[in-house]
């Protein structure tokens, strides 16, 4: 039996779940079975054992069936870098798990109006458009038909001020995209991955709208004044308040990690076209989360800037562009002009989609185009071909459009045809996010087993290996081990729903719960983190995902072209299979990768086991 977290009474109002069913119009309070605070705590874990519990196995992602889990941890709104939230559903994208964090202001203004809520679930399906609005205890269902149609920052303009903030889809989640996104805030803070906007559209729910004066009393400033301190001060998250990740391009050119020409080559010609120098001569300010000193949003605008050849002169966007949109709709398309990437970025941000899966969408497009297998008007490095691209696809316009929307596994599928598959560079139905596999082995384990698909946020040993360390970047020792470290860390992370830049770890988290009356040590968080990744691997293993969807795509069998340390790498179905063998082995998974009796006896999750069985 393994250690759980003990609660006090002092933190045992903080226990409220609401339910909204939007096929009936009702809006009603439960309680988090004590059980469940105290074996998940929040967020993560939490959502995945409530998906378990709340869906029959085979659930359509966008049927009334499914339900949009708004998830909110303890420190929600209190604590600097914790202003997130988690968007937990099954996801249409993947038919997996998914939960995908965002931040902003809305997190906080959520969580001030409702501070004894740990989340909000939401059921069936409106028969119009409609929004919430959140305002203390009062959460009623509004009509949203005037929104509809619009995009994500024109939403929140209709509600945003000081005390009010937003979440809302655009027009991609009310068109079903498969990768749409919920966009917070005036079009800045995305729960970007896995399409649970699609399924925030899908219910025909438009926004959610949070109302708060301000926050709860609480006894914690000593604890906020250090950690603020900490996250402005040390070397630990200097590299986000300096330059945040539009520093990362150069990091992974050098080591051959820059995904170009759709994973076809691992360096750009000239890295500078892309890098932090690049984007700063359109750099205005920097912006942050509520609370949070890092401010490693960068708001870039072109407009006031003379740039020879610019494709978007005026081009703007108020957060970014990020690393992961750069690599994918820049280097990845060969896209490399700035006003160009920053164009792309604005619009998939106002019609809501993820530039990860987004930028590996038009790049599969442009190779498609090449080999004669569909008709577009697009070409490699082309902006403006792009550009209007992302516009069909929002709207499913067309037959490329409409294609396109569903996700480059779907639309190879469909292609049926094996230069399309191989140009879909995805795991499990999610594509890649931009780290070369063949420049970090154990990225390419990481990608494999992630439980949302192919994602860098669940782990990120390239960071302990070709960016830092002494573990070999080309071969498989020690790589297992790496990559449950990170994903059980992290999955603690996201069970508190706090940043993962923020370096909450186990000692710190601990620190925090323990301020606000829990009973907790580092040591028990660790377990807490591991049981939360075990929860999301059964309610894989309940929709038939096992060994042979913990793959990597065929491309990353064929040598790399990127010149330096990776140059001709390729990863052998022998060295993966020794890696995820060795992963399975050390997670206590089965050789079909499932949880053993023992290893969720020991986590404490039998009840969860049987009944994913």
Known sequence: MSQRVVQTDEVQELTHLLRVNLTEETVETETVPQDYRDRFIAGKGLGAALLLDELEPGTDPLSPE????????????????????GAIT??????????????????????????????????????????LDVSGEDVTIEDASHLWGMKTDETAREFDGKHTKTAAIGPAGENLVRYATITSDEGTHHAGRGGVGAVMGSKKLKAVVATADGPP??????LRIKHTQRLGTDDEVSWARDGGTQLIPD????????????????????????????????????????????????????????????????????????????????????ITDVTGITELAHRADTLGMDTITLGNVISFAMECVEEGLIDYDISWGDAHGAAQLIEDIAHREGEVGDLLAESTKRAA???????????????????????????????????????????????????????????????????????IEDQNEN????????????????????EWLNQLGYDVTAE???????????????????????????????????????????????????????MLDDYYEQRGYTDDGRPTDALCSRLDIEDFAQAAN
């Open 217 to 222: 009393e609480s006894d914690i400033q000593d």
């Open 66 to 85: 499914n339900v949009l889990i708004f998830a909110f941890g303890p420190l929600t709104g209190f604590a600097p870098g914790t202003s997130r939230y």
């Open 491 to 510: 999955a603690l992370t996201f069970s508190m729903v706090a940043c993962d830049f923020t370096a909450y770890n186990y000692e710190r988290a601990a």
């Open 524 to 578: 028990a968080l660790e377990t807490v983190g591991e049981r939360a990744w075990t929860m999301t691997r059964l309610f894989n293993a309940r929709e038939g995902f096992a060994r042979d969807e913990d793959e990597l795509p065929d491309r990353f069998t064929e040598p790399l072209q990127a010149g330096g340390p990776a140059d001709g790498n390729r990863i052998t179905e022998a060295d993966f299979a020794t």
């Open 413 to 483: 599928d469909a292609l049926d045809d094996d230069r399309a598959r191989e140009a879909a560079v995805q795991v499990k139905g999610m594509e890649l996010p931009a780290y070369e596999p063949r420049a970090s082995f154990g990225m390419a384990l990481a990608y494999a087993t992630s439980d949302r698909g192919g994602c860098h946020q669940r782990a990120w040993p390239i960071g302990s290996d070709a960016l830092g360390g002494d573990r070999d970047p080309f071969g498989t020792d020690g790589m297992a081990a790496a990559v």
């Open 90 to 131: 099954k996801s249409p994208l993947t038919g997996t798990y998914v939960d995908s964090y965002s931040g902003g202001h809305f997190p906080t203004m959520f969580r001030w109006a409702l501070p004894s809520y740990l989340g909000m679930i939401v059921e069936g399906e409106a028969d119009r458009p409609v929004y």
């Open 251 to 334: 990091w992974t050119q050098e080591i051959g990690a820059l995904p170009t020409h759709n994973w076809t080559k691992g360096t750009v010609e000239d890295v500078d076209d892309l890098n932090f120098d690049a984007f700063s001569v359109g750099h205005q300010t920097t912006d942050s989360c509520y609370g949070c000193p890092v401010a490693c949003g960068h708001v870039t605008d072109f407009s006031d800037v003379e740039l020879e050849d610019a494709a978007f002169p005026d081009a703007r966007v108020d957060w970014g562009p990020e690393y992961e949109t750069i690599g994918m709709m820049g280097s990845n398309t060969d």
